[in-house]
């Protein structure tokens, strides 16, 4: 059985403006371009997002939620910079390391560096590390799988952890909202209530067949997600997934138009 860890930081780029701005503390902060740059919400602090505020919000948007909304310039340097702080840490306990953005990784620690022989003592150690070397809080999933351990890393935000025990998967991923699940998009889940499928219940319920007959080929994975399955590796290519971080914060960048 694996031992998967996704590891997500807590409204990553908000909360270094946060920690490295005093002022900012309690404040409703977006770090992204200004409502009169047209441009969108790179991330919302905890505060921010009390008034329905997130990321790829066009900013104008932001603004009228939030009137009192303090809008940060990011500053990606400084995010590379920390990110790379944390693969460090990561890397102290398995060299099988995923990272997915700057702010969130999948680890594989079945065979640790340190031997340790519960993956919830490895996330607990390598959050209390974040926090003492950098000052920022991180959540964390335990699974045996990816998709697994990406859903219980957003149960216990922020600055928690949740484990999914193979006992309890099936009956975890029957109960999720169809909106809860990761890898089920907007337009998916639109078209799922459509076809009367609300709960992950209602998605074991469909066959194969017929998935794939409404969503192509993605409807093989929904297919092993609604029983809770998952074989995807965690890849340790740092070549190719730095490509994929790179054009992922690139994506995410406030000049894009709101």
């Excluded at 047209?38 to 939620?65: D, L, N, P, T, W």
């Excluded at 799988?145 to 935000?157: I, P, R, T, V």
């Amino acid at each position: 059985m694996r031992k998967i860890i996704h590891v997500d930081m807590d409204s990553f780029y908000a909360s270094v403006e946060q920690r490295d701005q005093p002022r900012y503390r309690g404040q409703p902060v977006a770090v992204g371009a200004t409502p009169n740059q047209r441009g969108v919400v790179c991330a919302a602090s905890y505060e921010a997002r009390k008034f329905g505020i997130h990321s790829a919000m066009s900013s104008r948007v932001a603004i009228q939620r939030c009137p009192h909304l303090i809008f940060v310039p990011p500053r990606f340097e400084v995010y590379r910079a920390i990110s790379q702080q944390i693969r460090a840490i990561f890397e102290q306990y398995t060299d099988l390391v995923e990272p997915v953005a700057l702010d969130e990784a999948y680890l594989d620690v079945t065979e640790n560096k340190l031997g340790l022989p519960y993956a919830t003592t490895i996330a607990r150690e390598i959050r209390a590390s974040i926090f003492t070397k950098t000052g920022l809080t991180a959540s964390a999933g335990v699974s045996f799988n990816k998709f697994l351990a990406k859903m219980a890393s957003g149960m216990n935000k922020p600055n928690g952890q949740m484990v999914i025990l193979p006992e309890d998967a099936e009956r975890f991923v029957e109960s999720l909202p169809i909106e809860k699940f990761h890898g089920i998009g907007k337009v998916s889940a639109i078209k799922m209530h459509e076809l009367n499928i609300h709960t992950g219940a209602d998605l074991k319920q469909r066959s194969k067949l017929e998935l794939v007959q409404h969503f192509g080929k993605v409807g093989h994975h929904y297919f092993k997600i609604a029983r809770a399955q998952d074989d995807r590796l965690v890849e340790a290519n740092r070549i190719r997934n730095l490509s994929v971080v790179m054009s992922r914060e690139k994506n995410r960048s406030p000049s894009m138009a709101g």
